[in-house]
Every structure is written in structure tokens, then in C-alpha cells.
């Protein structure tokens, strides 16, 4: 076994452990017969008008967010390419380590330009979602921290942190003198020759083209954003109606948002586990019972695993009708 491969399995068999024993120990707190009558007596209407606001959200509107940034990226993707690559990338974020995911993602967008323009593109449409949750929970929370409990004001914060970090990471795509900064910051790697200038200055420049975006439509690549955000919790509130749980959509509005941002966290598969736990956790204020929560997270996993099956479909479909050269590969090479 090779130095490369070794780490690669070291990471997936700490992801595996780490998956089944998050997961052991939610079962743990469930009640398998209350799991079952949560399970069976969910509306089908409401289950698939959740996974129709779902697709709105969490497809669509994130493609319409790089469609918005294409021209001045210099990336020539239509849209409904971006909402291909979209449901590819869920379904490569299922079976693969985010990172991996990430990269594939990054391979389909630089067939509609640079490496570059691809990956300034990935991190921008990345940090914009990233900051629309923890801004969102943040708002929310402030006014819902009384009827939430001691774990709301102890996220209060954290969320207006995650919100202020993600704002200066997107700052030097937008604002000028802040590109000079973070250009500053990295000039000591600049200054090397070599593997490493190379690829950062040319992401530097693809940073600089997004300064050309008119500010009308930098408002407009945040509001949907926002549209997006509001369908995703219209759909998991849609999802709770659907199993009867009560819950207000402000509560759903806030514990989403939490629950997605652990998710992002690598150390599960495809956020299993850490999920469920999140649910368990923040619901109990609400008075959810354990195996209610657990039914409900793993019924909002479910959706997202409809939505990875499209996309397997799309790439079963690109790589034996087309015989285009599965990415995964390709997706370790240097950015050029």
C-alpha cells in the first residue's frame, strides 16, 4: 500500500467508526415501536411537497446563485447545466468525502473555463450559503431564545460569529480594498516560485474578475440566496406538518440551519449521525421526543438521498451514453 492510498483509507475507516457509533448512540434514545408509528403515519402529500420545495431551494436556487456569477467569472455554464452539476455534485456529496465532492464539483465547472475562475466560483457559491445560514439562524434566534432554552442562547453567539467569519471570507470577492488585503496576507506564498504561486495568483485574479459584478446584481445573487434558504425551511417545516410534530416554522427555521452546519462537519458520512444528534438535541427543548426527532432526520436524509439518486442517474448517464471520463480521477489533478 502506497503513502497516498494508506491516509485515503486511515480517513474513510475514521468516517465509517465515527458514522456507526454516532448513529448506535442515537438508536439508543429511540423507542423502536414510537420510531415506527412516526414512520407509518406520515402524510405522502406533505412528504412530497417537501421534497418538491426541497428541490427549489437546495437545487435550483443555488444553480440560479452560479448562473448570476458565471459572466463576470468568465465560466460559460447555462443554467440548466449548473442545475445538472448541481444534483451530481448531491450525489457525489452522499458517496463521497466532502472534499472529494467539492473537487468534482470544481471539475464540472472548469469545462466552462479556467480552473481558476472554477474554484473562485466554488468558494464564493459555497461561502454565500454558508453565510446565509448562520446569518439566518442568528436573526432568528434572537428572538426565538426564550421559547428555544439554554441551547439557543448558547448557539446565539456561535451563529453571529460563523456569520461575521463567512462575511470576510466573500468581502474579497466584492470589495476591493479587501482583495488587497487577503492578497497581502497570502504574499509570502506568492513570493515563492514554483507549484504554489502559480495556482494562487491566478485564483487571485479570478477573485479580482468578481469585482466587476454591478452591485445590483451582488443584491440580487443574496436574495436568492435568501429565496432559496426560505424554500429549504418552508420544505423541512412542510416535512414536520407532514409528522405531526407542532413545531412553529421559526423553531424549524433556526434548528435547520444548525443541524445543516454540523452536518458540514467531515468526520461522518455525508453527516450521518451528527445530524441525528443535532435533531435529538435541540428538539427536546421543544418537548420532541427522541424517536421522533430521529424519524424526522432521517426522513429529511431521505429526501436528500432522492435528490443524490438524480444525480447518479445524470452521471450514470454522462459517463456510459456519452463515455465522458468519470471525474473522479481528474478531480486530484493541479488546478491549471
Known sequence: MNSISAPWHKRTSFRVAATITLLLLCLSLVNPSELAQVLIHINLWLLLAALLLNIIGTVLARAWIAYLTTRASGLTLGFTELVRINLIARFYTIALPRGAS???RWHHYRKGGSGQAAAALLIFENMVSIFTLFLSAGVILSFETRQAGTSA???LPLAWLGALAAAMVLLPFMHQPSARVFQNFLQPLLNRSGRIAKPINKLLQAIQSYHDIPFRRVGSIFFVSLFGYAFFI????????GMALG???AAIAWIRSITLLVALIPITIAGLGLREGALIALLSDYGISASA????AITSFAIQLVLGLLGAILEAYRVLITKEKTP???SNKEIT
Open 247 to 249: 413545531l412553529s416554522i
Open 234 to 241: 418552508l420544505s423541512a417545516f412542510v416535512l414536520a406538518e
Open 102 to 104: 467539492a473537487a468534482i
Open 328 to 330: 473522479i480521477d481528474e
Open 293 to 296: 426527532a430521529f424519524a424526522y
Open 153 to 155: 442562547q448558547l448557539l
